[in-house]
Structure formats: structure tokens, C-alpha cells
């Protein structure tokens, strides 16, 4: 609870006379008085002095302060209880000043001396100049009402283990006229007595009073009965408090002095320790106290860094995409946040500021180190894509692979490194070397990716260029088999792969591979050369039997001008059946082996000895001696076997099977067209007919109407000759034959009397109606016949 601010000063209670500490009150006091912002610009003055001996009205004529002081006309009683404290009012540096409960006081009793001993060592622990207020006639008296209080002075000061010293200020009230040089030397004496008759610790036996206090006496007049000269002795002695805590100042030892902003903590923690009735070990205190308070600065900055919204919004940003100048960003709030610390911190022992200064760091980083590694891994997958969709257009661009990598890797690692440096925490020590090396790795990665697309992509385009220049030629040079077949397959082979392999090794000197790599890739185009050639033959070599037939057909069935042939009975179908049939048997040995190198074998000979006579040997049944009954080549290996030996007897014995039935149909038609050639009577039958007939001859004679009948009859007879081709009709065979003129026989008899009678109806219109003489109609008659004849020849 704060009291009387006025005339610029501020106090409060804070121990109340049951030894309550006022936190609450304390902590707005600091707040008011903004004792966090001094840092260790401060100095705490404390007096202590029998009850109503004037203490509160000195430190009011003193400081300034506002404490309550006693009424005379009341009587003396206790107008001060506890501790109270306030802020000394135009003093610089900060100066706060506390009132302590009177000793020897009626209140408490005789025998109760604790608070009196717990708030004497609060006084020495917290303050840096103790005011001690002591009567002047109690000078050189051995039962002075200031013996007791100097005893307890001296015997708390063996419980502290403080390094500096305190001024002890004796402050002579209501002196006489005896000089003060002469008061003095009395009173230190009477102190020095006190001093050495105080029990002390085997270590301070023989430590003298000065190793402890500054021991400084000043003396005062009679405020009641000179208080003009009280009040300018005051002003003299306030002169003394202005910069206090510099050097031979009456604070000058800053030694183990707890920073303004944890002396409310500090004091609280001091008053529990006291009351407990513990050693105060100030030292061990002051890094207690510093490390609390260096804690809490620290998490309040940690948290005022957690919510600060440029962090907030680096931190979201790296989740989506590469910042921009993260590093200078990030490093700057950090730095703002750990500048903070050490301002707040900076008064608290070095070793737990450092201490929790690093922690704090330590937090912080922990904090952003995601962050970051988000960041790097952005720069890495945005550096990726980016390497990607340069390599690319390089390649389109038409540079060399090998140069295209190696000039795309130098560039984006360098903007790699460039962006990590700039995502840099100047604070952090991080190492973004594995994150470099897998970026390094993925870009090998797709190096070799494409490397091997590329590759792939060339050989696949030489080789579709071999295959479509191999396989259909070489399927022609098999399909029309010679002596000349292999020379030219081996030839064009070689043509071909030379050509691709020039292109090809062409294109693999952009890859910058090693010698070796490329050979065996221009091996591997040449074997696959080798390759489609085989596998072109092996397909020819399994239709090699239709080859065959279409050969035998080819060259049974069509003339050396192409032309189908008619076999009218003058071609020799033995010579021409032997001629097709060793021009497949040439088909089937050269099919029957690849020769794609200049070596001669004896296949064709075998074939021709053992096929091309029948197979005589077999027929002799001496089997043993068929040079065919064998599952390989003499002179060929199996892996260039297509046909085997026996596998050519068996297409031979079902190709001649599968042909005797052409050669059959051949021989048929030429019969038939020998028949149809010879329609005329043997000449035995025409001297038959002609002496069984004489009679009917001569009867013919007589009667000329008969020979213009017959005549007659002829002509009809050669019209439906001509009209139904009948010698043409029966070149197939006679059922064939006798079946095609039933079907025609009648349609065309119709056709021929419609025409006789539009021819006769046309003469009739022509010419002028008279009687014809049946001479004239017989005439016409043959005419009209004549011209049907002629008409059906020349349809």
C-alpha cells in the first residue's frame, strides 16, 4: 500500500510490525519510483535509533520524505512500526531511504528482541549507509541507551557474509556545546570496546571494526530548541548523499550490489531467509537473486520474441517459399531480443547473466532452428527446380551435355551457397553443408537421370535407323535368294552400321564419357546391327517354306515376261517344274544358315546332292550315306544354324508334296488342250463316211434343195459354234465343259432366231413387195444367216 505522494515523494510499508513483507506494495513502490530503469544507480540508506529519538523527523528534514513523525504533546510512544520506505526526493542518483521501528520499546518489551535483531540485519544485508541515531549524553555512559543497539549491529554483521563494506553513520542528536572533535574520539572508543567485546568466528578474531564499516559521526543541534540550526546542519549534512555511490562516496563500494530491477525479489528473499533465522550468505544471495531475475528476464523475452510478429511472419513465409534476406531479418529480431536481455540484465552477476544469456540463445535458436532448416530446404528444392528448367533449355539449345551439366552445376550451387549465406543466423553456428551436399546429390541424380534418358533416347534413334535400314532390305535380298544374297546382306550391313556409328559417336561426344564407356556403347550399336539382320533372317527362315511355294508358283505359273502361262500342250513341264524347284531348293540353302562373314560352306552343294535328284540315295534305302540325317552344318556353327539338315528334308519332302498338285493340274490342263485341238474324225472314219455315205452323196446331187438345207443348217450349226465357244469351253475337261454349254445353250438359241428375225424384218422394210421366186428367197436366207454369224463373231 502506498502512502502521501506528495511533493514528489512516494512511500510504502514494507514489513509490517508482524514481520508480514509488503510484495504487493513493494513491487508498485518500484514501479512508481522506476527503480528497474537504474540499473546499479542506487543507494538504500536505512537509520536505526532508540524509540522517539527523532528518526522519522530527521529523514524527513534529510530527504524530503513524508514518514510520520512523533507528537511531542501526546508523550512518547511508537509511531513507527515495522519497516517503512520511501524515496529521498531530489537526490541523484536514486536514493531510497528506510525508517526502522525503534529499539528498546515499551510496545514490544524488554525481552522481545527479534524483530529488533531481524530487522537490524535486513538493514546491513539490503542497505549501503545505515543511519545510526544516538543521544549526545549517552556518549562515554557505559549503560547508554545506543549500547544494545551497536551490540546487535555487530553481532548480525558476523551472520552476513557480505564483500563490501557498510557506512555506519553515528548521528549525534542534540549536542551540547562540547566541541564534536572532542565527542569523537570518545565514540569510536566506546564503539572499538563494543566491537571487540561481540563474540565473532575464529576467522574474524582478530579482523579490525574497519575491515566491515566506514565508520563516519556527524552531530546535530536540538531540533526543538535550535531548529534554524538543526535545519542548516541538515542541509550540510544532505550535501553528502548527492552521488553517493561514486568512488569515496559514502556508497563507493558497488561490490555485491543487486541491480535495481531485483531488489524487490532480493529483499523479499533476504527478509525470509532472515526470519528463518538462517546465515544470510550475500554473495551466494546476489547470484541467487541474479539467477532468478535473469530467468525471468529471460523468458519474458522469449516470449515477447515468440510473439513478435516479424518472426511470426518469417515463420510462416518459409513454409511456402524462399525469404528474401531471412537471415539479416531473423539475426536482427534475435539480436533485438538478446540486446534487451543485457540491458535488463546487465547489472546482475556476470557469470549467471552469461549463463542464462546462452541459455537464452540456446532457447531461441532451438525455437527458429526449424525455420531455417525450412528456409534451406526451399533454397534447395526452389534451386532444383530451377537447375532443372535450366539444364533443359540448355540441352534444347543444342550445347554438348557435359558442358551443359557441368556449367549448370557450377551456376545454381553458387546461387545455392549465395542464398544459404543469406539465410544465415549470425547468431547460430549452423552448418548447411549437408544440406548443400544433398542438393549436389540431387542434381547428380538428375544428371544421370537425363543422362541416361539422353543416351537411351540416341541409341533408340540409331538403332530405329539401323532396323529401318537393315530389315526391310535385308527381307528382300532373302525373299529373292542368290548366290549374291549374303555378299550383298554383309555388304549393306556394313554400309549401314558405318553410318550410324559415325552419327552415333558424333552424338556421344557431348557426354564427355570415358573411352571405354563409349566403345562398348558403339559394340553394343554394332551388335544390335548384327542383331536385326538375325532376327531377320530367323523370321524369313521360319516362312521359308511359303517363300518357297510362292517361288515354285511364281516361276511354274508365269513366263520369263511375267505372264501367266497357257498350257496348250507344247511347253515342256518337266524342264519347267525342274527349274522351279532348284529355284527354292536355292531359297532353302541359302536360308538355311546366316553368313554374315566371308566364309564358304557346303550347304547349297549338299542340298542340291541329296534334294535335287530325288533323294535317291533314300531310295536305295542306304540311309547311313544321306549327308541330311544330321542335326547340324558341316562348317557352321549352331548359333548361325537357322535350318538344320534334317529340318531341310522335312520342308523338302512337304514342299514337293504341297507342289505336285500344281505340277498335276498342269499336266491335266495340257492333255485337255490336246484334246480340244484334235475335234476332227480319224482318217479311217472319214474313208468310212465316205463309202457308207455315197448314196445319200448322190441323193444330194439330185436334189440341189437339199445341198441349200444343209447349207442352211451349217451356218446356224457355225453361229451357236462361234456364240458358245465351244472348243474353249472344253480346255478344262469335258464335264466342265458339257456343264457350261447346258447353261448357254438355250439363251443363246433365243438370241440367235431374235436376231434372224429383226434381220428379215429390216430387208422386208427395204425393199418393194413383190413375189420373190424361192431362188431369191433361199438368197436371202443365206444372207441373213451370213450376217448373224459375222454379228456373233463380233460380239
Known sequence: MLSDKSDGCCSTHLIDGDGVFNVAGVENFIKEVKLADCGLSYAIVSIMGPQSSGKSTLL????????????????????????????????????????????????????????????????????????????????????????????????????????????????????????????????????????????????????????????????????????????????????????????????????????????????????????????????????????????????????????????????????????????????????????????????????????????????????????????????????????????????????????AAHECTVSFMSQFDEECADAVIDQAKWDSSRVRDKLKRDIDAHIAEIRTAKLAEVTTLYETKLNDALAGPVEGLLDGAADDTWPAIRKLLQRETDTALAGFSASLSGFEMDEQTRENMVLRLKDYARGVVEVKAKEEAGRVLIRMKDRFSMLFSYDSDSMPRVWTGKENIRAITKTARSASLKLLSVMAAIRLEDERDSIENTLAVALSDGGASTKKGIASLDPLASSTWNEVSASKTLITPIQCKSLWKQFNTETEYIVTQAIAAQEASRRNNNWLPPPWAVVALLILGFNEFMTLLRNPLYLGVIFVAFLLVKALWVQLDISGEFRNGALPGLLSLSTKFLPTVTNLLRRLAEAGQRKVNNEPQHNPTPASKSFHGTIASSEVTSENRGE
Open 60 to 403: 524527513n528534514h534529510l530527504f524530503g520524505t513524508n514518514f510520520r513523525e512523533m507528537d511531542a504533546y501526546k508523550g512518547r510512544s511508537q509511531t513507527t512500526k515495522g519497516i517503512w520506505m520511501a524515496r529521498c526526493v531530489g537526490i541523484e542518483p536514486c536514493t531510497l531511504v528506510m525508517d526502522l521501528e525503534g529499539t528498546d520499546g515499551r510496545e514490544r518489551g524488554e525481552d522481545d528482541t527479534t524483530f529488533e535483531k531481524q530487522s537490524a540485519l535486513f538493514a546491513l544485508a539490503v542497505s549501503d549507509i545505515v543511519l545510526i541515531n544516538m543521544w549526545c549524553h549517552d556518549i562515554g555512559r557505559e549503560q547508554a541507551a545506543n549500547k544494545p543497539l551497536l551490540k546487535t549491529v555487530f553481532q548480525v554483521m558476523m551472520r552476513l557474509f557480505s564483500p563490501r563494506k557498510t557506512t555506519l553513520m553515528f548521528v549525534i542528536r542534540d549536542k551540547t556545546r562540547t566541541p564534536l572533535e572532542n565527542l569523537e574520539p570518545v565514540l569510536r572508543e566506546d564503539i572499538q570496546k563494543i566491537w571487540d567485546s561481540v563474540p565473532k568466528p575464529q576467522a574474524h578474531e582478530e579482523t579490525p571494526l574497519s575491515e566491515f564499516f566506514n565508520v563516519e559521526v556527524v552531530a546535530l543541534s536540538s531540533y526543538e530548541e535550535k531548529e534554524e540550526q538543526f535545519k542548516e546542519q541538515v542541509a550540510s549534512l544532505r550535501q553528502q548523499f548527492f552521488h553517493s555511490i561514486a568512488p569515496g562516496g559514502l556508497a563507493g563500494d558497488r561490490r555485491g550490489v543487486v541491480p535495481a530491477s531485483g531488489f524487490s525479489f532480493s529483499a523479499q528473499h533476504m527478509w525470509e531467509v532472515i526470519k528463518e533465522n538462517r546465515d544470510l550468505d550475500l554473495p551466494a544471495h546476489k547470484v541467487m537473486v541474479a539467477t532468478v531475475r535473469c530467468e525471468e528476464i529471460a523468458h519474458e523475452k522469449y516470449d515477447s520474441f515468440t510473439a513478435n510478429e516479424g518472426w511470426c511472419q518469417l515463420k510462416e513465409a518459409v513454409q511456402s517459399h524462399p525469404v528474401g534476406g531471412f537471415g539479416k531479418k531473423l539475426s536482427s529480431i534475435l539480436n533485438t531480443c538478446l540486446s534487451e536481455y543485457d540491458a535488463e540484465a546487465t547489472f546482475f552477476d556476470e557469470g549467471v547473466r552469461s549463463t542464462k544469456r546462452k541459455q537464452l540463445e540456446e532457447k531461441l535458436l532451438q525455437l527458429v532452428q526449424p525455420a531455417y532448416q525450412s528456409m534451406l530446404g526451399r533454397i534447395r528444392s526452389d534451386t532444383l527446380e530451377r537447375f532443372k528448367e535450366a539444364f533443359d533449355k540448355e540441352l534444347k539449345g543444342g550445347i554438348g551435355f557435359a558442358m
